[in-house]
């Protein structure tokens, strides 16, 4: 009877030692599952998120075109380099979906290897063009930015206006245009052609000595995975990254010194103050995705060192950072189109201020033409008496 009673007892623990364990592997498939689920979720948001902003980037910066053909006004250096960061926008854009077409295709390498990549050298090869696509969009960017503010450091804090002469003034009164600004010829090529020629410089070593980098446009998802070369990318980093912001950022308090000087002096407003303003503004975003970027470089600098890291990396990971810099591509209309009326315009229509400072201008022209006209008579009405 006991021993009859003991084999119940093992066949009814050996049952739910069945059951429990039948339980857990179905509750682990399930939870797995979803996981396997929310993941796929995640993903084609970020597609899904890209696709949206690909199209919402290569409109409105190609609007910014038709702004400035519009406009005789906004027909100068600094609003080709606006243009030049537009086109830049739109690059980086379309690279960025590149990325993002790898990555879904590296979950189906079967289809990747017939569709697209028939062997690890092409694999390669692409991943190079890929590489030396990202560094040079990247650093395009910053030193255009920097050449930008070098160039708004260089020039007058105001526009050079036209001054009229006594018969324009008779002619047209106050309300005679200012004239569209006017600069060397060489200064626009100078701004627009050395930037990319520096950038490429720098992005070239990727595709010719072989060295490109991990690229991430999912998040806790990296195509074209290859051991980093610290000495390449820490010159990339150092020429196209760290130098630049600081140079910009001496050059920007230099420009905020020097217009608290010239509000204090009388002329304060114009179009090259609002142009400041926009610079500034964009430099700081700008200036943060880039150093975003070099934050896992940074991180093996410091465990080289034997120094803790970071921890930046958990919230901005390298895709989170790439996601970033790709919807800056919004930013720089928004600025331009809320910060400089001229773009709104849509005409050939100078600035308000630049206006109304011409009008004063030329009105304190006219007063004082009159008043020396007025002095040069009656001395001379003086001389004929004392002749008499």
Known sequence: ??????????????????????????????????????????????????????????????VLFFSVAKNSYLQYSTHYTVLALAIRNILQMLVSICILLMTKLQETPNIMKEALLHTQKETNLICEILS?????????????????????????????????????LKMYGLRKQVVPIRENGWQAPLILLLPPLCALLLALPAPLLHLPHSLSAIHDIQVCVFPVNLTYQTSVATLASALPILTLTLLLIGLSIRRCLTCNGGDCISSFCKEEIFLAMISVPYCLSSFGKHIPLLDMHLDRLGMAPTGLQEIFSPAIVRGMESSFGLLLPALLYCLLPLYRKFGSRPDSNDLYQSKRDIYRNSTTSTGGDHESSDSDSEESESDV
């Open 1 to 62: 009877m006991t021993d009859s009673m003991g084999e119940v007892l093992d066949k009814t623990q050996s049952l739910q030692d069945i059951i429990q364990s039948t339980w857990e592997e179905s509750l682990s498939e399930k939870v797995g599952a979803g996981r396997e689920d929310s993941n796929q979720l995640i993903e084609w948001l970020w597609v899904g998120g890209y696709s949206c902003m690909c199209t919402l980037v290569v409109v409105f910066n190609s």
């Open 132 to 168: 030396c696509l990202d560094t040079f969009l990247s650093s395009l960017l910053m030193f255009y930015l920097l050449g930008l503010a070098a160039y708004m450091f260089c020039r007058s804090p105001n526009p050079r206006l036209a001054a009229m002469s006594e018969t324009s």
